[in-house]
């Protein structure tokens, strides 16, 4: 009666926290020797604390990157390739 919704409509982790970053040389997508960087989304690192739920890589000479998230609890793995640089970009699956 009234409003009642199913797990399912709800949002699991939304900003995915414990999801795994990384960054490739453009058309190099899961090659080790053009890994870029690598990060960890987390809110939190220290007592009392947080941080944005983000992923931040300088590119250096590079005008754009491929990028692979692998989400936590198996949830999956995302790509997007030929990523420009200087931009921050929001991911949904």
Same mark, same amino acid.
């Given at each position: 009666q009234g409003g009642a919704s199913s797990a399912s409509s709800v949002?699991? $982790?939304p900003m995915g926290i414990g999801s795994f970053v990384r960054v490739y040389a453009a058309g $190099?997508? %899961?090659n080790p020797n053009y890994l870029v960087g690598t990060g960890e989304i987390a809110a939190g690192y220290g007592y009392a604390? %947080?941080?944005e739920a983000i992923a931040h890589f300088g590119l250096s000479r590079f005008?754009?990157?491929d990028v692979e998230i692998t989400l936590p609890c198996g949830r999956g793995r995302l790509e997007r390739k030929g990523v420009k640089a200087n931009q921050r970009l929001v991911v949904a699956p």
């Open positions: 949002p699991v $982790n $190099n997508l %899961g604390s %947080g941080q005008e754009a990157c």
